[in-house]
């Protein structure tokens, strides 16, 4: 088992939503102070560490049941407390104390609790990934990122990185080709119970036009981001290649998708905190498939024949050892 440092950049293909605050229509991005040299604090965009990591679990999770498939070839379903402690990380409560040797058969069983942790029966099982924010590259950024990004982001200021940008929701009830869809003034009174009567100017309505103000990031912004993995065997680090994998079908960060923020792409290289090797990763373009390198490749390889073993043997244990083994949470 070795100690890795996966490490790279985001790339922004359209604009990055992250709230942080909001003020009444307006939202604001998520902020941290920043120690300046000359001992100033600025405040940077962050994207949580805590946001990526569980992004990359739901993922995980996701994986693991689809190649857990039930026999009906639909992905595995699984008691309500254990999709929690695989998509949430579970919760602490109850009275099941578990050994150290107990754990160590969870975390050969289930790769993916090893990396992420989660919390069984009175015990929080620590995971093995500590994921880092991630910073732009920008030149109040410089003080938290390596120095082989320092040179490229002093040429960027933090403020030319952000921008407003407003969004209305329209009243199709006002649109004149939307009348013929409505039911004329009388009908629409009988429907809601009113006999007929029409309201009365004063009477409150609720809005159906509103117009509001987001602060995103803006597209082409390079993000650093870094994950430590300790002490993780080859199955283990194939459980998070196969979360960046599944990820890559939509790379995405941060919210509102649905309007079309948030998409990205992300080049990751490893280094052997061991012997200080360092090699390319994963790739994702956001056009095609994830790439993998070779030691990315091993590693998912080695999980997906872990899952298929695990998978037969659900299949000829009729005493259920996995659900024994993780059921009573």
Known sequence: MSHYRIHGLFTLRSPLSHIGANISTQTFLVEEPIVQPDGTLENVFAYNGNAWRGALRDQAAAYLLDKLQG???NPASVPLDIFHL???????GGDQSIDIE??????????MLSMWGGGVGNQIMAGKMRVSSAYPLCAEAIPV???RWHSAAERTAYADLTFEKSFSRMD??????MQQYLPSADTAGLLEGGGGKKKKDGDKAVADQMRMTTELLAPG???????EVLDASQIEMGALVSAIHYWSRSPHLGGQANKGHGKCTL??????MDNSEEQDFVRVSGDGPCLLAASAKDAKDSYDQHLRALYDNMLTDKSKTLRGLIGAV
Not at 172 to 177: G, I, L, N, S, Y
Request: no cysteine; net charge positive; aromatic share 10%.
């Open 267 to 272: 080049s990751y290289r490893i280094m052997n």
């Open 102 to 111: 107990q754990a160590r058969k969870i975390r050969a069983a289930i790769p």
């Open 145 to 147: 990122l390596p120095e």
């Open 172 to 177: 199709d009830t006002k649109r004149e080709d």
């Open 86 to 92: 695989f998509f949430t990380g579970g919760r602490i």
């Open 71 to 73: 026999p009906n070839g």
């Open 221 to 227: 912004a390079m993000l650093y981001q870094e994950i």
